[in-house]
């Protein structure tokens, strides 16, 4: 089975949606070559362990819940303003 990332989505999101339980993370990043705390890029696609929790995943799949806890920096501010381009100057 695989999974495909959502934007924001972690190992343990994945774990969770998809296994039924936070534990299946580490499997996953076994699985996949990945640690634990690396960023997943949306649309990448995981190879996943086996259903640990089936009442869980049935849960997540009929409210079609799909979790995403991944702290996303938001790339914004006169840090990151171009002159002249995203910052007017009068």
Known sequence: M???VKQGQTLFDIALQYCGGADAAF???RLN????TDELAPGEVLQMPDV???RVVKYYADYKLI???AVIEKKEGIGYWIIQSDFITT
């Open 67 to 69: 979790p995403a806890s």
């Open 27 to 29: 499997g996953i990043a």
């Open 33 to 36: 070559n990945r640690n634990l």
């Open 2 to 4: 695989s999974a495909t």
């Open 52 to 54: 640990r929790d089936k």
